[in-house]
């Protein structure tokens, strides 16, 4: 990519909407995911800036994402809640949306969740969808998911929107925990909602695409220990030992 080609991506006035995309050795990830960004921003026609915080990296995912017209804050300290607190700090506009490295929401997605922040909305998420997930044991997983999120309300932490002012109001993510944060955000900003009668929505269709990579890397048997650990012992959730499910990869 050219340098004039990465310049008009920059936008340099005061944007309308602040994507902050946590990040964590993605540099090969982010290339597509911000190039979805920047074809979904400019087909909207919303002034739009993409921030990217470099996730105590220690590969190319600072240059990638300067490269693909992103802005870059660092947070060195290893924990998904405090990198999204980061970005939101940094970020300009007063509406946000939090999108993962490996997630690829569409225009009309991006368009429904704009115009129900409009509308009154304090925040919300949407359902996801998952590319060729390998088995009946992961589809099933994903269904099941999707079922609890619409009957809870509950954002999946791939692709999560909402006011400034709620989310300064609740308190952002919650830094006691290193996994599940984004459910923590969903009630907190339900029950906030209901306070000042601005509804925390699940958007149904279309649905947030994320990577099913966590299929290949992790077994069965994991994924359902992983589930009960923290469906029977929550405070697991404060440990980003006990959470390596969300911090591991192969080879790493």
């Known amino acids: 990519m050219g340098s004039a080609e990465v310049a008009d991506r920059v936008y340099q006035g005061q944007p309308e909407l602040s994507v902050i995309i946590p990040a964590h050795e993605e540099a090969g990830e982010l290339p597509g995911t911000l190039d979805n960004l920047c074809v979904v921003v400019a087909e909207l026609g919303v002034p739009a800036e993409i921030i990217v915080v470099d996730n105590a990296s220690r590969d190319a995912t600072a240059t990638t994402a300067l490269a693909h017209g992103a802005r870059v804050v660092s947070e060195r300290h290893r924990q998904i809640a405090r990198a999204r607190n980061t970005g939101a700090r940094a970020a300009r506009a007063d509406r946000l949306l939090f999108v993962d490295a490996d997630t690829w929401p569409a225009a009309e997605l991006v368009a429904r969740a704009l115009n129900a922040l409009d509308g009154g909305a304090c925040g919300g998420g949407a359902m996801v969808s998952m590319p060729a997930l390998p088995g009946r044991f992961y589809r099933w997983g994903l269904a099941t998911w999707n079922a609890l999120a619409r009957r809870l309300h509950l954002a999946a932490g791939c692709f999560v929107f909402v006011r ?4 300064t109001a609740v308190g952002g993510f919650d830094e006691r925990y290193y996994a599940g944060d984004e459910v923590l955000l969903s009630r907190q900003l339900a029950r906030w909602g209901r ?46 030992r006990l ?10």
């Open 195 to 240: 306070r000042y009668a601005r509804p925390f929505i699940l958007i149904e269709s279309p649905p947030v695409m994320t990577s099913a990579r966590k299929a290949v890397w992790f077994s069965p048997l994991q994924h359902l220990a992983t589930v009960g650990l923290v469906v029977l012992c929550p405070p697991a959730m404060r440990s980003r």
């Open 164 to 167: 400034r002012d709620a989310f």
């Open 243 to 252: 959470m390596w499910f969300w911090y591991g990869r192969p080879g790493a």
